[in-house]
């Protein structure tokens, strides 16, 4: 049955629309829930959050790398280097000016560093149209599937947006996952903590 699991004082603000997902590995190979973004009472948020479950305690990493902007209605999806090390896929979602976004990066959780990904799919179809609200996966793989979302201008009488999706979109990352692992660690090493600011997208 459900219940409710004790939490440490330092948490996450209440939010709504975030992305999580489940990080195995860490120090202790317990693993740990990875929160990111999402809408909080004072607007969208691009804060990422640890949870060791078993303990209850929170913690907000201090991150290397380009930080995602802030954003809510994401994709959030688990997958692994090819030596094994865990990873955090984020896709998507709305920025703070409600405009849909199309942008894929990964989080390092043996570095804690973040990396920007060309979310290209093999020639000839073109990157995913920006979206919202899509359905995330890995496969074991390491391909990223993408299933449905929205776009376009919301409609203000039904509050629905422009465009539903149903198509199923797949990258398969296993030859960037080496790659970008390397980026991570010399981005990392160069960059020093990520911004922590609900920054803006480029």
């Known amino acids: 049955r459900w219940r409710s699991l004790a939490q440490s004082e330092l948490r ?19 693993g740990a829930l990875f929160v990111f973004g999402g ?18 305690r929170w913690r907000e990493p201090v991150l290397a ?28 979602g709305l920025d703070s000016a409600s405009t849909a976004l199309g942008d894929l990066h990964l989080l390092d959780a043996s570095s804690l560093a973040w990396a920007e990904v060309p979310a290209h799919l093999p020639s000839p179809r073109a990157p995913p149209l920006a979206r919202s609200s899509a359905g995330v996966a890995a496969t074991s793989a390491g391909t990223l599937l993408i299933f449905g ?22 990258l398969p990352l ?14 990392g090493a160069e960059a020093g903590p990520a911004e922590s600011a609900a920054a803006g997208c480029a």
Request: with cysteine; hydrophobic share 40%; aromatic share 4%.
């Open 12 to 30: 996450p603000a209440g939010r709504a629309a975030h992305g999580a997902c489940w990080l195995g590995g860490g120090e202790d190979g317990a």
């Open 39 to 56: 809408r909080t009472a004072t607007g969208r948020t691009n804060d990422a959050w640890l949870l060791d479950v078993a303990a209850g």
């Open 65 to 92: 790398g380009r930080r995602p902007c802030a954003r809510s209605f994401h994709g959030v999806a688990p997958l692994a280097s090819p030596g094994g090390r865990p990873l955090a896929a984020v896709f998507g």
């Open 149 to 170: 979302g929205s776009s376009g201008p919301i409609d203000e009488a039904s509050g629905a947006p422009a465009s539903f999706h149903a198509e199923l979109l797949a």
């Open 174 to 187: 296993g030859p960037l996952l080496a790659a970008t692992v390397d980026a991570v660690d010399e981005e």
